[in-house]
């Protein structure tokens, strides 16, 4: 079955530290990838995606995200986190073998002013 | 101003007691869907739609009934809820299943 894992759960930081947030996906086909943010007590809100084109994908609020064919990942980073980071994020995957979009089990983040 | 609307956002009730949680977008968006998140288990999908009159089943669709009747409106039926229902439920919409979601700002569900 297809599957998207985040395999950190719970991230602490402090301010100005550099953030890297895994996300694989078991299938090899057609992907669409998303990440998503849900700060405290809000609903989900995008903050970058990949179609296609450059792996290197940039999103709102000094996000980006590198798509790793090879390695079924897609790894959200920022070079600089602030309190205002503090948030759950989810990584998603589109399948486009199934036509189905398939939601990881998010990391909570904890950004330490 | 494009959103997608849940009512109501909090609801206490009692086992066994018939509740449906709307959904409406306004974006003439085709698909919906709706998720439950729990703590430590992410966003679980229970039923999505790919358009009108078309619904299928996700992960945990178990305890649960959607209808698609009309493209911008989406409820989400529990005939009989049980305390393990008891959750935050969101419903999302997007053009297509494989363009960003839009998300409501979610439900939550108490079932006694």
Known sequence: AQSVSQHNHHVILSEAASLELGCNYSYGGTVNLFWYVQYPGQHLQLLLKYFSGDPLVKGIKGFEAEFIKSKFSFNLRKPSVQWSDTAEYFCAVYFGSSYKLIFGSGTRLLVRP | ?112
């Open chain 2, 1 to 112: 101003e494009a959103q997608v609307t849940q009512n109501p956002r909090y609801l206490i009730t009692v086992t066994g007691k018939k509740l449906t949680v709307t959904c409406s977008q306004n974006m003439n968006h085709e698909y919906m869907s709706w998720y439950r998140q729990d703590p430590g288990l992410g966003l679980r999908q229970i039923y999505y739609s790919m358009n009108v009159e078309v619904t299928d089943k996700g992960d945990v669709p178990e305890g649960y009934k959607v209808s698609r009747k009309e493209k911008r409106n989406f409820p989400l039926i529990l005939e009989s809820p049980s305390p393990n229902q008891t959750s935050l439920y969101f419903c999302a919409s997007s053009y297509r299943v494989n363009q960003p979601q839009h998300f409501g700002d979610g439900t939550r569900l108490s079932i006694l």
